[in-house]
């Protein structure tokens, strides 16, 4: 089992930054992908990005050249560095944990809202 818990979400104005984290606890040394995801008001949890073990990152589109997913392996943590800040970049933020079995995992999300 895998126990996520994100914190620094908050309210910031548009072109703002804000830096999310996701300590992991648990089986961590089954931990593969740590992704982040968001999820508007009425709208489907879509994904932000992801990185892999080795430090290899993916981002969605809307979020590329302002976001930036880092890891601390060390610190069993996870990053998500948000620049540039949008009134649509308003939303839940959930880190989320897929081992290599395939199993997934969810933290309890943390507000991201940002004012125009």
């Known amino acids: 089992q895998v126990q996520l818990v994100e914190s620094g979400g908050g309210l910031v104005q548009a072109g703002g930054s804000l830096r999310l984290s996701c300590a992991a606890s648990?089986?961590?040394?089954?931990?593969?992908?740590m992704a982040w995801y968001r999820q508007a008001p009425g709208k489907q949890r879509t994904l932000v990005g992801f990185?892999?073990?080795?430090?290899?990152?993916t981002y969605a589109d809307s979020v590329r050249d302002r976001f930036t997913i880092s890891r601390d392996n060390a610190k069993n943590t996870v990053y998500l560095q948000m620049n540039k800040l949008k009134p649509e970049d308003t939303a839940v933020y959930y880190c989320?944990?897929?081992?290599?079995?395939?199993?997934?995992?969810w933290g309890q999300g943390t507000q991201v809202t940002v004012s125009s």
């Open positions: 989320n944990a897929e081992a290599p079995s395939g199993d997934k995992y």
């Open positions: 990185i892999r073990s080795n430090g290899i990152t």
């Open positions: 648990g089986r961590i040394f089954n931990i593969y992908i």
